[in-house]
């Protein structure tokens, strides 16, 4: 990994590219992020750096998290999160990612939470068809169907879609486009829609399939 930085989704909008056609973005204010951390091979057995973003009263933070503040010499932070970057060597503690470390044009993978949607049913959460409502048909048109066999195996298998919690979980969306990089106000436009609600943190990084 080349390049990483955390993030908190602002919002949707629209912005015109050079061609003067319209193209949606979704705004994510990136950095700035200070490394409070250092992974090396010596002492972790791989090379990382943790980042920290988001400003955090010291009064919120627990006593072994404020002596890892401390410890760095940086303000304590409320999103702390690990990137394996190509170049952790050459880094150094309290050293300061902001938005320009992606330019215009840079292909990106997202990560955030997605949207909470409650407790939903087979249809819904994923995607299943109706009974026909027609006539004997009976209060079963949004059902899930049929759970298995009867006495083998005498359970629901494994994998067997069927209503539940849905959203709220772990959500990568690859190879999008940054559309512009706003270094002043420390914004990041990235062309489509980002997993999350707005204020949702997001992580950042140069795509894999790039």
């Not at 250092?38 to 627990?62: I, M, N």
């Not at 304590?76 to 992606?102: Q, S, Y």
């Not at 292909?107 to 049913?121: E, I, L, N, Q």
């Not at 048109?141 to 083998?152: D, E, I």
């Amino acid at each position: 990994m080349q390049k990483g930085i955390i993030g908190k989704k602002v919002g949707m909008t629209q912005i015109y590219n050079e061609a003067g056609k319209v193209v949606p973005v979704t705004v994510v204010e990136a950095g700035p992020c200070v490394i409070v951390q250092k992974k090396t091979v010596d002492s972790d057995g791989y090379e990382a750096v943790q980042l920290g973003f988001g400003d955090v009263s010291a009064k919120r933070v627990s006593k072994p998290a404020k002596g890892h503040f401390d410890k760095a010499d940086v303000a304590p932070k409320k999103t702390l999160r690990e990137f394996k970057f190509d170049n952790a060597a050459e880094l150094k503690v309290g050293d300061i990612l902001k938005a320009d470390v992606f330019a215009e044009g840079d292909r990106v993978d997202v990560t955030g939470t997605s949207k909470g949607k409650g407790f939903a049913g087979n249809i819904k959460r994923f995607g299943g068809h109706m009974m026909r409502a027609t006539h004997g048909g009976g209060p079963i048109h949004r059902h899930p169907g049929s759970l298995g066999a009867g006495s083998t195996p005498s359970r629901v298998m494994k994998g067997k879609k069927l209503p539940g919690h849905m959203g709220a979980e772990r959500v990568t969306i690859e190879n999008l486009t940054i559309a512009k990089v706003d270094v002043e106000n420390n914004l990041i436009a990235i062309k489509g829609a980002l997993p999350g609600a707005k204020g949702t943190i997001v992580y950042i990084r140069d795509s894999i399939k790039a």
